[in-house]
């Protein structure tokens, strides 16, 4: 099991100073999260070769590791043109991470909740095209329902990634998106089985709550989607009941901290995350 850490609210550290920063953050392994010098959202990546190459320097001296790489584009449409940007963009960060020496990526589907099947027309035209790189290269792509995706639904998102029919494709459950996916972790996790071999880890507030109510929105009816990634036990997750089911389901993926809710107090957010998730595991593993 690797236990990674989201960097996104220390983005302004400079790249290459960023596997020192994890490192005295009490981390051994990244997920790379989009960041404007590196894989900014939406576009295509910044990092040339010669970073790359620094960059792993960088990481092998501070003995850190990168887990995981999570580019976000919006390969699923339903927009042809995006579609077809956000493909040029993801044979450009598969090349990132084949040269970083990483044979794990992560994402989303990126796309639109009121054009399902437009979306998911677009993302298999995507895979076609993706998916052969994906396998020749030996990369593992863990992918993840979100609110206001064209799937949001857990159960639903594994049938989609389990029709994939791909040994490189896998699910993942990001935990603040749990209100959002059905609020149903263990038949989700059951669900998925194997496929399950990556998890999110922050808290959120359960938005369905006190009649829908816990959060009132204007206009009323909109389509907002409303999550938070606070610190393990500033929400209503029940920690237990997701520890506890994901080691029933003999995970031995990669757990990642991914809260960014706290840029304010960073570095203490992220420490109050590492002896949380440590508790856990021991607790439960």
């Not at 149903?184 to 194997?194: N, T, W």
């Not at 359960?206 to 999550?227: E, K, Q, W």
């Not at 203490?268 to 002896?275: K, L, P, Q, V």
């Amino acid at each position: 099991m690797k236990i990674a850490l989201d960097p996104y609210m220390f983005r302004s550290t400079p790249l290459l100073e960023l596997p020192r920063l994890v490192a005295e953050l009490g981390f051994e392994w990244i997920e790379l999260s989009p960041r404007d010098d590196a894989l900014p959202f939406f576009t295509h990546p910044r990092i040339d070769d010669a970073t790359v190459r620094r960059f792993r320097a960088e990481l092998d001296a501070a003995g850190v590791g990168v887990a995981s790489v999570l580019p976000l584009y919006r390969w699923s449409g339903p927009d042809e043109d995006d579609r077809k940007a956000a493909v040029r963009y993801w044979k450009r960060a598969i090349q990132i991470t084949v040269d970083l020496g990483v044979d794990v990526m992560v994402s989303e589907f990126n796309g639109r909740p009121e054009a399902p099947e437009r979306s998911e027309a677009g993302f298999w035209r995507s895979m076609e095209e993706l998916l052969p790189i994906f396998e020749r290269e030996g990369i593992s792509l863990k992918l993840e329902p979100h609110p206001d995706d064209f799937v949001e639904d857990g159960h639903a998102a594994v049938d989609l990634v389990r029709g994939i029919n791909s040994p490189n494709v896998q699910f993942l459950y990001c935990a603040p998106h749990t209100f959002h996916m059905g609020n149903d972790a263990p038949g989700i996790m059951k669900h998925a089985g194997d496929l399950l071999t990556h998890v999110h880890l922050a808290d959120t507030f359960d938005h369905t709550a006190s009649s829908g109510l816990r959060y009132i929105v204007n206009p009323p009816g909109s389509p907002a989607r409303v999550h938070q990634h606070l610190d393990i036990g500033q929400g209503e997750v029940d920690w237990d009941e997701f520890f506890s089911n994901l080691r029933a389901n003999d995970f031995d993926g990669i757990m990642v901290s991914c809260v960014f809710a706290w840029e304010d107090r960073a570095r203490e957010s992220t420490a109050t995350m590492r002896a949380k998730i440590d508790e856990y595991v021991t607790r439960y593993w």
